[in-house]
């Protein structure tokens, strides 16, 4: 069965540093999705990205995010100047088209840490 | 804001027991969609709702799309310890073009064997 495959699966950095999440979508898969996790919440909508550029946000998603599709496979996630609060599990989706019924389909995450 | 309220927050059962969470909202959804997220794991998809009063099956799970689009529920039939997990509910706003989700904040299943 097709994946949604994210790495790093941990990352752990100190505060003030950039980090960049990759996510390798389905192949087919045309909406690119980011959510994160903190530790024992829910999971929370970041940002959905198609035709290369942003379709929707959150107001998480702030000026200190960033998403972009370097090449026709990967979908990453820039987070500049971490701050602790960043701690949590992120997780990239994909979807054929918008709709759930279209193979909306979740990676495992990545995990940062930020200390 | 967009939110769905889910309960219970967590549950303990026996292996062998039925359980029930449900999820709520006061705001119309055009889909439902209930997943198992374990340990490390990204949200895993278990029923896809579509239609208003829409019932579903997926082996021993049930879930239905209330009627009046603000609500569903998930059953599970004779637990098994490999049931433990939490689940959520998440759903698509009427009208959202983006693909967004919103998810409930969960509920935690314990089975004891």
């Known amino acids: 069965e097709p994946e949604v495959t994210q790495t790093p699966s941990h990352q752990v950095t100190q505060m003030g540093q950039e980090v960049i999440l990759r996510c390798v979508p389905i192949?087919?898969?045309?909406?690119f999705y980011w959510y994160r996790q903190i530790l024992g919440q829910k999971v929370e909508f970041l940002v959905s990205?198609?035709?290369?550029?942003?379709?929707?946000k959150s107001e998480i998603f702030d000026d200190q995010f960033s998403v972009e599709r370097p090449d026709g496979s990967n979908f990453t996630l820039k987070i500049r100047s971490t701050k602790l609060e960043d701690s949590a599990m992120y997780f990239c989706a994909s979807s054929e088209y918008a709709g759930t019924n279209y193979g909306y389909t979740f990676g495992s995450g990545t995990r940062l840490t930020v200390v | 804001g967009q939110q769905l309220n889910q309960s219970p927050q967590s549950m303990f059962i026996q292996e062998g027991e039925d359980v029930s969470m449900n999820c709520t909202s006061s705001s119309i959804f055009n889909t439902w969609l209930w997943y198992k997220q374990e340990p490390g794991e990204g949200p895993v998809l278990l029923i896809a709702?579509?239609?208003?009063?829409e019932l579903t099956s997926n082996g021993r799970l049930t879930a239905q799309f209330g009627i009046t689009r603000k609500d569903s529920f998930l059953n599970i039939s004779a637990s098994i310890p490999s049931d433990v997990g939490i689940y959520f509910c998440a759903g698509q706003r009427q009208g959202n073009q983006g693909g967004k989700l919103i998810f409930g904040q969960g509920t935690e299943l314990s089975v004891k064997p």
């Open positions: 709702l579509y239609k208003a009063g």
């Open positions: 990205f198609y035709n290369n550029e942003i379709s929707e």
């Open positions: 192949s087919n898969h045309l909406y």
